[in-house]
C-alpha cells in the first residue's frame, strides 16, 4: 500500500514547488493575462456598442428611406392626377374648339348656300323674263302683224291712258 500513499517529503517539495510557481505567475503572469482579458473584454464591448449604434442608425436610414420613398410615391401619384386632369382639359378643350370649328364650318356653308341660293334665283328670273320677253316679243309681233290689230291696241292704250 505504500505505492497509494506519498512520502511527506514528496508532498512538501510539491507544496513548495507548487507555493513558488503561484507567486511567479502572480508577479509575472497574471497582471498581463488580466489586462489583455480586460483589453478583450474592452475591445468585444466597443463592438458590441458599434453593432448597436450601427443597427440603430441602419433603422434610421430604413425609416428615413420609407419615408422617402412614400414621399416620392406620392409625388408619382400627384404627377400622375396632374397628368390625367391635363390631359382631360386638352381633350375637353379639343373637343370644344372642333365644335365651334364645325359650328363655324356649318354657318359658313349655309352662308354661302343662301348665297349661291339667291344668286340661282336671280338667274332664274333673269331667264324667266328674258324669255317671258321674248315671247311677248313673238307674240306681239305675231298679233300685230296686221294694221287693224295694231290698231285696236293703240286704242285700247289711250283709253287705259283716259281712265287711270
Not at 107 to 121: G, M, R, W
Not at 145 to 158: A, G, P, S
Amino acid at each position: 500500500m505504500e505505492l497509494l500513499t506519498p512520502g511527506y517529503g514528496l508532498i512538501f517539495w510539491q507544496i513548495v514547488v507548487f507555493l513558488l510557481l503561484f507567486f511567479l505567475l502572480a508577479k509575472m503572469a497574471w497582471k498581463p493575462i488580466l489586462s489583455s482579458l480586460k483589453e478583450r473584454e474592452a475591445s468585444i464591448q466597443n463592438s458590441l456598442d458599434s453593432a448597436e449604434r450601427a443597427k440603430d442608425e441602419m433603422a434610421a436610414l430604413k425609416a428615413d428611406n420609407e419615408k422617402l420613398l412614400k414621399e416620392a410615391r406620392e409625388e408619382r401619384d400627384k404627377i400622375l392626377r396632374d397628368a390625367r386632369d391635363a390631359a382631360n382639359r386638352l381633350h375637353d378643350q379639343a373637343q370644344t374648339d372642333a365644335k365651334k370649328a364645325a359650328d363655324k364650318m356649318i354657318e359658313d356653308a349655309k352662308s354661302v348656300i343662301q348665297t349661291e341660293k339667291q344668286a340661282a334665283l336671280r338667274d332664274v328670273k333673269a331667264q324667266v323674263a328674258m324669255f317671258s320677253l321674248e315671247v311677248a316679243e313673238k307674240l306681239i309681233k305675231k298679233n300685230l302683224e296686221k294694221d287693224k290689230d295694231q290698231k285696236d291696241l293703240v286704242d285700247r292704250f289711250i283709253n287705259d291712258l283716259k281712265i287711270n
